[in-house]
């Protein structure tokens, strides 16, 4: 039978539910087991396609070209699993999905209701979907990690409140369990550790028919004794049940964290699991993981050129990508997020100081990124940092919009077209170097773009397919409305900036890389959604050893890494040197 766990959150949102759901999943599935996971968002839309990463931080594409909320970023990385549009339920779909049905007279002139129609939807979709497998093979997985979002007691969630009190008897209790995340807050100079807020949270989800069998308290420092008894006493669990899940130096130290408080063994009780092998020993590389990043010592500045730097969700996956790479080469990362804006001359007018930190930041940078995007606000300041970096041979990464600005940037500096320019900013230029794709609807906002994973040929030799270990094509996932204007390509490689990747047909201009520079490549996928904590993305990674001044001596080895900056294997002998294509995750 499946087995199934509901994580819940209390108290507020944004507590941590995705990083604990992440690790659930990452000690089972360390145990020998087949995991999945499912994100249940409430709002009402379709997806998260067309949302700002102001709303809800970045928009996670997956193979299939599901635009879908960044939890599902985590459960990939955590358990290197390859996930459909599917396993992000929202309100939307769900509604959507019954409303079809009752156009199609599939409820036979029934009043259409909220119990029992849309709850037996939600049902049938978990169990449907939980049942795909995402290992890359045909075996389907036998724990669905399913979280919930928002904070129980919202309006929006009460449908599926009540569909997975409903959901415990269809499946069975030795088949579901129910982790509740809460905050225990530490107010005051005191900083005493309160439980009240847990105990009304635990009251109201038991209120909704939900019984808690973990529940796992974030907290700043870790749960005294006393506060752990007292939850246990008033929330009618035993003690083993109160998981602390106190800050942590990196999220990389959670699944050590709730293993270590018997997290494991508890599953194995409850839902009967068969453990063929002890986490411990096969989490052996997330602790060692865990352990550099705290031992790091010399760092290494990336500057983040991009137009949502207020708010670091917007960039989730690059960020991960970046350290990713930075943790594989023995280095601490520093990140330098500029707005864009501010490098532009009207900031110079109009705020001068803002213009000159931010112009600060980015020569003292020791490589720069600009990352996708959309609109024009800002296109003219990731410009200037493109142009800084090319003429200071700094390293330099452009994804999707990076690297068609950087087109841009060169068309106007190199080959002398003032006003070359993507017809997204200016669809009067005389030189529209970047072009809408055939296809794109502009009147459909929603899923109209070049979306999902896409097959990339590598046309010469380069770094980049020297860092994708000296394979013939990748397979990449992409998320855009513009492409590089394939006329023109000729222009560009007689100077000296050469189109290296493109797609299947010869069309679509998929990576460019600039001679005689130390790393200068631009990407029109976007490889930090594939990257992995032990699997780095293989253009970051390659930003990153340009930025350490590694990347000459990384490609005169054959593209290998020194033993000191290897990871053990998981009986914990020292593993020999590793090439590159054991450090990406496959994409051929």
């Known amino acids: ?62 193979d299939d070209g599901g635009e879908v909320d960044l939890d599902l970023g985590n459960y990939e990385r955590f358990l290197d699993i390859r996930l459909t549009k599917d396993n992000n339920l929202t309100t939307g779909k769900i509604y959507q999905s019954v409303i079809n049905k009752e156009r199609k007279g599939d409820y036979l002139g029934k009043t259409v209701q909220v119990v029992p129609h849309i ?12 049942r795909i497998p995402v290992d890359g093979d045909s075996v389907e997985p036998q724990v669905c990690v399913i979280e919930l979002g928002g904070t129980v007691g919202d309006i929006e969630s009460m449908p599926f409140i009540e569909a997975f009190r409903q959901f415990q008897f269809k499946v069975k209790k030795e088949n579901f369990c129910n982790i509740h995340v809460s905050l225990v807050p530490q107010p005051g100079t005191t900083g005493e550790q309160k439980t009240k807020p847990t105990q009304n949270s635990v009251r109201e989800l038991r209120g909704l028919g939900l019984s808690p069998d973990l529940i796992m308290c974030r907290c700043v420092t870790p749960l005294e004794t006393a506060v752990k008894e007292k939850i246990s006493m008033f929330c009618h669990v035993e003690p083993t049940q109160v998981i602390c899940v106190h800050d942590v130096s990196t999220v990389y130290r959670v699944p050590l964290l709730l293993e270590n408080q018997g997290v494991v063994s508890y599953f194995c009780q409850r839902l009967n699991l068969p453990v063929e092998v002890r986490a ?16 790091l010592l010399e760092c290494v500045s990336i500057a983040l050129v991009g137009k949502y730097t207020k708010l670091s969700d917007a960039y989730t996956s690059v960020i991960k990508a970046l350290e990713h790479s930075a943790l594989a080469i023995n280095h601490k990362l520093e990140v330098k997020y500029i707005d864009s804006a501010d490098l532009e001359d009207n900031t110079l007018m ?7 930190e931010a112009w600060q930041k980015l020569c003292r940078a020791q490589g720069v990124l600009v990352p996708g995007g959309f609109g024009v606000r800002g296109t003219e300041g990731k410009m200037q940092a493109i142009k800084w970096a090319r003429k200071q041979n700094k390293p330099f990464l452009g994804v999707c919009l990076g690297m068609q600005l950087a087109v841009c940037e060169f068309a106007r500096e190199v080959l002398s077209w003032p006003d070359a320019n993507s017809t997204e900013f200016n669809p009067e230029s005389k030189h529209p170097v970047v072009i809408e794709m055939p296809e794109h609807n502009p009147e459909q906002m929603g899923g109209t773009m070049r979306l999902g994973k896409r097959r990339t040929i590598f046309k010469s030799n380069s770094i980049v397919r020297k860092l994708y270990g000296d394979v013939e094509y990748i397979e990449e996932r992409h998320r855009h409305r513009f492409e590089v204007n394939p006329e023109l390509k000729h222009h560009f490689e007689q100077k000296g900036l050469h189109f290296v990747g493109q797609d299947v047909e010869g069309e679509r ?58 990871y053990s294997d998981n009986s914990g002998s020292s593993s020999p040197d590793i090439d590159i294509s054991e450090l990406k995750f496959p994409m051929a």
């Open 350 to 356: 109009e705020e001068p100081v803002k213009y000159h």
């Open 1 to 62: 039978m499946m087995k199934y766990i509901l994580v819940t959150g209390g108290v507020i949102s944004g507590i941590g539910k995705g990083i604990i759901a992440s690790s659930v999943g990452t000690i089972l599935k360390a145990c020998g087991l087949r995991v999945t996971a499912i994100k249940i968002d409430p709002y009402i839309n379709i997806d998260a396609g067309t949302f700002s990463p102001y709303e809800h931080g970045e928009v996670f594409v997956l």
């Open 509 to 566: 201009m998929e990576i460019i890389e600039l001679e005689d520079h130390c790393y200068f490549v631009g990407v029109q996928f976007h490889p930090e959604f594939t990257s992995r904590p032990i699997k780095p993305s293989p253009p970051y990674f390659g930003l990153l050893l340009a930025a350490a001044g590694k990347l000459p001596g990384f490609l005169a080895k054959g593209c290998r890494l020194s033993p000191r900056d290897t």
């Open 280 to 295: 411990k020993r096969m989490l052996s590389k997330w602790k060692e993981m865990s352990d550099r990043s705290d031992r």
């Open 119 to 130: 709850t037996d939807a939600i049902q049938d979709w978990v169990m449907k979907q939980a």
